[in-house]
């Protein structure tokens, strides 16, 4: 059973810089495309970024290009979010996803695994 966990999430004012991160005991996580989506209040999920199984390839929504960067440490099983500049439209609950095996700029494939959120709540 894959098990992925968030964390990182908080309270912070706009403009400020939050780290979210998500682990997995899974052996192998490292071979996989790691995704990160969002839900706002009375919203659909939505994709933000995705970094593929190497780390080179990375993937972001355009409203976060610029302030938001994926990453991860293989040899840690994590997937670090790093949010700068945050805005209060950025409010969500963020979930990592693992997705498939093969990474393609620009398709978003998610996968079946999901961690259980966590909270960001960014303040005006």
């Known amino acids: 059973q894959v098990q992925l966990v968030e964390s990182g999430g908080g309270l912070v004012q706009a403009g400020g810089s939050l780290r979210l991160s998500c682990t997995t005991s899974?052996?192998?996580?490292?071979?996989?495309?790691v995704n990160w989506f969002r839900q706002a209040p009375g919203k659909d999920r939505e994709f933000v970024a995705a970094i593929s199984p190497t780390g080179l390839g990375t993937y972001y929504i355009d409203s976060v290009k610029g302030r938001f960067t994926v990453s991860r440490d293989s040899a840690e099983n994590t997937v670090y979010l790093e949010m700068k500049s945050l805005k209060p439209e950025d409010t969500a609950v963020y979930y990592c996803?693992?997705?498939?095996?093969?990474?393609?700029?620009?398709?978003?494939?998610?996968?079946?695994?999901w961690g259980q959120g966590t909270q960001v709540t960014v303040s005006s």
């Open positions: 996803n693992r997705g498939s095996t093969t990474y393609t700029s620009g398709f978003i494939d998610p996968g079946d695994y």
């Open positions: 899974g052996r192998t996580f490292r071979s996989y495309v």
